[in-house]
């Protein structure tokens, strides 16, 4: 078992065995408000003015009934004072309805109020690495749980705002520790992260690891190769037992430009996703997040141990759901920009 080779916790060499992996990418995107909107309302015009009545007739004379009087528009009839009644006057028309405004058409609908999808419902941690100095790396979801930089820890611009530069000279030098245990207790779980990969000659430099030992571990590689593959590769191991092994060669992640990878994991299937596209997936693993234990160390950019290669690259807003998210959810998410 690649685990148990001595002085490397996690040889390299034989997690490239298997097939499949996880990114996603796109250089501008569109922002939150607008890809998870609220629906639009209909406007309707109003209708014309209601009829308008027609003057009264004349009153006829009082003398001797009185002569007829002239038709007026809407008139009523007069009774003289003496004689025979006078006519009043004819029946004037009355003024002509108006015709109905037309109907507004009715407005856009965001795509929130078409799915229903709330990109923050089930969140458990999402780091989006704008913290603008420092080591800190703010957990949105719970500040008891915020990941640390570890380096330089500079800030260039990201995807989405800022995001944190790790900047490996092979060997780890800078790198994102994230909490312990973000899989403890969790039969489901979906993660997202936005990867822009600068290097030229890094294979085998992870984008994320978490493990506890050396028996239990889930990891990504986004440009791995070996005899029969190549390209991004995700893998997981339980009791030294591979549960996942999934690997991607497109879209190939280290072109410098950002690209989005995410995957889901439950009972029924693991799925990796790239660019918002499923380039993967396992089904039934038969191992649980919760399985993995209270994983640490967890790290974005480096491996446990101090002498595998390094991620040289950017990093930006890492989501961690509670849930599987659908593959048009992730699809949803991958046009955040």
Known sequence: MFLAVPGRQFALR???????????????M???????GSAGSASEASGGTSAGAGPLGDSGSEENGGAESPAGAGGIMNTGASGSAGKGGATGTGGTTGSSGATGASGAIGVSGATGFDPAAGLISYFTFDDPSGSVASNAKDSSKNAKCVGTCTRPAGQLGLAFAIRNNVSPTDWVELPTGVFSGRSAVTLSVWLRDLSTARNVAPLFHFSLGESEAIFLIPDDKNGFATGAHLRGVHTGTPFV????????????????????????????????ESVGSTANPKVLPSQLGATSPNYLGRLPDDTSLALFGEVDDLRIYDRVLSAAQVALLYKVR
Not at 250 to 276: C, E, M, Q, R
């Open 245 to 276: 092994d999934l690997w991607s060669a497109t879209p190939v992640l280290t072109d410098k430009v950002w690209h989005h990878l995410a995957f889901s994991w439950n009972s029924a299937s693991i799925d990796l996703y790239i660019d918002g």
């Open 14 to 28: 034989t997690w490239f065995c298997l097939s499949g992996c996880l990114t996603a990418c796109s250089l501008q």
């Open 30 to 36: 569109p922002s939150e408000s607008d890809v998870f």
